[in-house]
């Protein structure tokens, strides 16, 4: 009776612990990036190690007004998001933990990433300039900065300002050029537009399509789902600056939440976002760019040409944002 009763008592504690084990072998996300973008990553790195990933998607402001509410006892152990200026407003208001990683650092360079490693860029898109060929000669496109001159009077397609993508960019801007220099180039953006600010980067291209408009700022992906519905549309993808600062590039990215559960399980995955393995899937299920260098972007991708990119550290768009949303304010940039 006495080993049975051991026995019995063992089994119970072993049941304990293989439970307890089981249960740490999963990973909360709250998730930004929308399901159809992140799913697939999420379902391979479980077939590869086991790990349950349970994720909730949303709108960025949402999900961190969610682990605010949540405070010292977050219900995700990771946040995905997008845009750099997004994740510098994250860590700011205390939600991330830093994670010191050998991995991470060697795999996301040191512009594409936090510089305290609260948050690391997992995928890369540009900000960069698209024409319409029948109506703009490509010699005639050089900057940013020179699309506030006035030969492009009526003739320039902008996003709304109060999408954080501009917002970025500016503040990018402000960091490269100072607040008085950026205004002048974003009132003389204000001064070119055929139209009123459009609500998304594709009504921008439509409006190129449409003839409303020639050039047109916008996040390249926006050009890759509509060149692969239609490649016959009239529109170009335009590398800007590359004499200069180089092209504005911004991330998506995610950083381990501060108070999480399965802290080890969640450093993991940040880790193979980061390899090469799943940057392939990061990056081409939107047709950006991977953040590690050691892996190319998809076919289709690279068949837009290489380009020299702004080698500013992302986490500057955070840290401008403010100043970037008060000066489009006063050049009446809607």
């Given at each position: 009776m006495k080993k049975m009763s051991a026995l019995l008592a063992a089994s119970i504690l072993f049941s304990g612990v293989w439970a307890?084990?089981?249960?740490?072998?999963?990973?909360?996300?709250?998730?930004?990036?929308?399901?159809?973008?992140i799913k697939p990553l999420f379902d391979a790195y479980t077939a590869k190690t086991g790990v349950k990933i349970n994720y909730t998607t949303g709108k960025a402001g949402m999900l961190l007004e969610k682990l605010k509410a949540e405070g010292e006892h977050p219900?995700?152990?990771?946040?995905?998001?997008?845009?750099?200026?997004?994740?510098?407003?994250?860590?700011?208001?205390?939600?991330?933990?830093?994670?010191?990683?050998?991995?991470?650092?060697?795999n996301i360079p040191a512009h594409l990433r936090d510089p305290e490693?609260?948050?690391?860029g997992f995928s890369v898109r540009a900000r960069t300039i698209i024409y319409n060929k029948n109506k703009v000669n490509p010699e005639q496109l050089s900057t940013y900065e020179d699309l506030a001159d006035p030969k492009w009077k009526g003739k320039l397609a902008l996003r709304?300002?109060?999408?954080?993508?501009?917002?970025?960019l500016v503040a990018a801007m402000i960091a490269e050029h100072g607040e008085e220099k950026a205004e002048e180039i974003?009132?003389?953006?204000?001064?070119?537009?055929?139209?009123?600010?459009?609500?998304?980067?594709?009504?921008?291209?439509?409006?190129?399509?449409?003839?409303?408009?020639d050039v047109t700022l916008v996040n390249t992906y926006y050009y890759g789902r509509m060149m692969k519905k239609n490649p016959d549309l009239p529109l170009v993808i335009f590398w800007p600056n590359q004499e200069t600062?180089?092209?504005?590039?911004?991330?998506?990215?995610?950083?381990?939440?501060?108070?999480?559960?399965?802290?080890?399980?969640?450093?993991?995955?940040?880790?193979?976002f980061s390899g090469i393995e799943a940057q392939g899937l990061f990056a081409g299920s939107n047709m950006e760019y991977p953040a590690n260098p050691a892996v190319k972007p998809s076919e289709f991708v690279a068949s837009w040409g290489d380009f020299k990119a702004d080698p500013i550290g992302?986490?500057?768009y955070g840290e401008f944002q403010e100043a970037a949303v008060k000066l489009m304010d006063r050049a009446r940039y809607k």
């Amino acid at each position: 009776m006495k080993k049975m009763s051991a026995l019995l008592a063992a089994s119970i504690l072993f049941s304990g612990v293989w439970a307890s084990m089981t249960q740490a072998a999963e990973v909360s996300v709250y998730s930004a990036r929308k399901e159809h973008l992140i799913k697939p990553l999420f379902d391979a790195y479980t077939a590869k190690t086991g790990v349950k990933i349970n994720y909730t998607t949303g709108k960025a402001g949402m999900l961190l007004e969610k682990l605010k509410a949540e405070g010292e006892h977050p219900a995700a152990d990771l946040l995905i998001t997008v845009d750099a200026g997004n994740l510098w407003h994250a860590a700011d208001t205390g939600i991330f933990e830093p994670v010191d990683s050998k991995i991470l650092a060697a795999n996301i360079p040191a512009h594409l990433r936090d510089p305290e490693n609260r948050w690391f860029g997992f995928s890369v898109r540009a900000r960069t300039i698209i024409y319409n060929k029948n109506k703009v000669n490509p010699e005639q496109l050089s900057t940013y900065e020179d699309l506030a001159d006035p030969k492009w009077k009526g003739k320039l397609a902008l996003r709304t300002s109060k999408k954080v993508y501009n917002q970025s960019l500016v503040a990018a801007m402000i960091a490269e050029h100072g607040e008085e220099k950026a205004e002048e180039i974003v009132r003389g953006w204000v001064k070119n537009l055929a139209a009123a600010p459009y609500a998304k980067d594709s009504k921008a291209l439509e409006a190129l399509v449409a003839g409303v408009a020639d050039v047109t700022l916008v996040n390249t992906y926006y050009y890759g789902r509509m060149m692969k519905k239609n490649p016959d549309l009239p529109l170009v993808i335009f590398w800007p600056n590359q004499e200069t600062t180089g092209v504005h590039v911004n991330v998506s990215g995610g950083g381990l939440i501060k108070g999480a559960k399965n802290k080890e399980e969640a450093i993991k995955l940040l880790e193979w976002f980061s390899g090469i393995e799943a940057q392939g899937l990061f990056a081409g299920s939107n047709m950006e760019y991977p953040a590690n260098p050691a892996v190319k972007p998809s076919e289709f991708v690279a068949s837009w040409g290489d380009f020299k990119a702004d080698p500013i550290g992302t986490a500057k768009y955070g840290e401008f944002q403010e100043a970037a949303v008060k000066l489009m304010d006063r050049a009446r940039y809607k």
